[in-house]
């Protein structure tokens, strides 16, 4: 009876270590995708707003100000392209939360998002290559439409408070929990303590990619993030396949 007790004790223990070493690997990967996409979401903000029409298709803190600026100044054309952002983006994550798969796991859920991401991005990359940048103002909402769907996709990563396409308050988050633990207090969401620090910093090494790119690639800068977002469809794919 002893014998057969142990052995339970140690199949269980046994299962709750793979457990804990899976879960540890896919907090890995997820980390790593949303550093992925934290480049992909720099590369965009930065490449619309230099080469495109100097409104922001991820930032819509910025727009928000912008838009009111443009309204101060009288300057219709500006209140219009931060406008158009702000409206490419709220669709954008109206569409790809409406496309999300709540009974699997991430990035699997997201697959559709996923999706909807990719082919705004190919169609960016295709009319600019193909058309260039006029009329501009399709090309702010289509880049915006992106960044929504991808803001919907991260928002059910269960990495709470990190977000690839505005950093404001992953920076927030980043220095608070550094502050937590300096002070051995234990944050709130203690997960991948690093993560947020790091989504900031690659998001302003995409930012600074996707401007340089831009100037010397002009649409061939598309083609980075939508390589970065098409490995996150096929990854969320091969999760939905196993």
């Not at 990359?125 to 996709?153: E, K």
């Not at 002070?183 to 989504?199: E, F, I, K, N």
Request: hydrophobic share 55%.
């Amino acid at each position: 009876m002893a014998t057969a007790t142990a052995k339970s004790e140690r199949a269980e223990a046994g299962r709750k270590a793979w457990a804990r070493q899976r879960h540890r690997r896919l907090s890995a990967r997820t980390s790593g995708l949303l550093l992925a996409l934290a480049f992909a979401g720099g590369s965009v903000d930065a490449s619309t707003y230099l080469a495109i029409g100097h409104a922001f298709p991820a930032n819509m803190t910025g727009n928000t100000v912008l838009v009111a600026l443009a309204v101060v100044r009288g300057a219709g054309g500006d209140a219009l392209r931060s406008g158009l952002a702000l409206a490419g983006f709220c669709i954008g994550v109206a569409a790809g939360t409406a496309a999300l798969r709540s009974r699997r796991r991430w990035p699997a859920k997201a697959l559709v998002t996923f999706g909807v991401e990719t082919a705004a991005l190919s169609v960016l990359l295709l009319w600019w290559a193909l058309i260039g940048v006029r009329p501009r103002y399709a090309l702010i909402a289509v880049a915006a439409l992106a960044m929504g769907a991808q803001s919907a996709a991260v928002r059910v990563s269960h990495m709470g408070g990190v977000n690839t396409t505005y950093v404001t308050g992953t920076l927030t988050k980043a220095i608070a929990g550094a502050v937590m633990r300096l002070r051995a207090q234990r944050p709130a969401d203690s997960g991948a303590p690093a993560l947020p620090g790091g989504v900031w910093l690659v998001y302003g090494i995409g930012a600074l990619v996707g401007g340089v790119a831009a100037k010397y690639w002009g649409a061939g800068e598309v083609a980075i993030p939508l390589a970065i977002v098409l490995t996150c469809l096929l990854i969320a794919l091969a999760d939905r396949e196993g």
